[in-house]
């Protein structure tokens, strides 16, 4: 199962954590912008939108320095 890494925008709190956790893999928190980083396979990915609170979820692309 192909899985995705994304930023997803919501509010911040345990509430919270937890519906994003039953859907997916809660990696990181970065609370002072209110954002958190996921991992999920590509077909939650539509649930994870579905998740009240959540206000946005994009695709993390990752920049690397040269």
Same mark, same amino acid.
């Given at each position: 199962?192909?899985? =995705?890494? !994304?930023?997803v925008e919501? +509010?911040?709190?345990?509430?919270?954590?937890? +519906?994003?956790?039953?859907?997916?893999? %809660?990696?990181?928190? !970065? #609370?002072? /912008?209110? !954002?958190? /980083? =996921?991992? %999920? #396979? +590509?077909?939650? /990915? #539509?649930? !994870?939108?579905? %998740?009240?609170? =959540?206000?946005? /979820? %994009?695709?993390?692309?990752?920049?690397?320095?040269?």
């Amino acid at each position: 199962m192909d899985k =995705v890494e !994304l930023i997803v925008e919501a +509010k911040m709190g345990e509430e919270q954590e937890r +519906k994003i956790a039953a859907v997916a893999r %809660v990696k990181y928190r !970065l #609370p002072s /912008v209110g !954002l958190y /980083v =996921v991992e %999920v #396979p +590509k077909t939650c /990915v #539509p649930a !994870l939108r579905g %998740v009240d609170g =959540v206000n946005s /979820v %994009v695709t993390n692309t990752y920049i690397t320095a040269q």
